[in-house]
Nanobody, 124 residues
Framework: QVQLVESGGGLVQAGDSLRLSCAAS????????MGWFRQAPGKEREFVAS????????RYADSVKGRFTISRNNAKNTLYLQMNSLKPEDTAGYYC?????????????????WGQGTQVTVSS
């Protein structure tokens, strides 16, 4: 069974940075696209960023492009999200996710496994 555990969230001020981590276990980490999503209170879950199996291709939501960077360390089975220039509107629970199928194209990936989330709160 695939398990995803996020960490690194917290309370920061606008303009600060945070790095989220997602530790994966239960299957070979490399070979699978991975993604980050977020959900704010009263809002639907939204896509943040994704990365292909070898880290060579990434995709971002327009709202975070230029401020967030997704990366992965396949040797450590860990996914990262570096968040810079944080804004109050970035406040949300952040979730990492993984698909069932290997080596899916970023824009065609359907996510099946989800972590429990880590809270990011940005004060103005």
């Amino acid at each position: 069974q695939v398990q995803l555990v996020e960490s690194g969230g917290g309370l920061v001020q606008a303009g600060d940075s945070l790095r989220l981590s997602c530790a994966a276990s239960g299957r070979t980490f490399s070979g699978y696209t991975m993604g980050w999503f977020r959900q704010a209170p009263g809002k639907e879950r939204e896509f943040v960023a994704s990365i292909n199996w070898n880290g060579g291709t990434t995709r971002y939501a327009d709202s975070v492009k230029g401020r967030f960077t997704i990366s992965r360390n396949n040797a450590k089975n860990t996914l990262y999200l570096q968040m810079n220039s944080l804004k109050p509107e970035d406040t949300a629970g952040y979730y990492c996710a993984a698909p069932q199928a290997p080596r899916t194209l970023l824009h065609l990936t359907t996510y099946h496994y989800w972590g429990q989330g880590t809270q990011v709160t940005v004060s103005s």
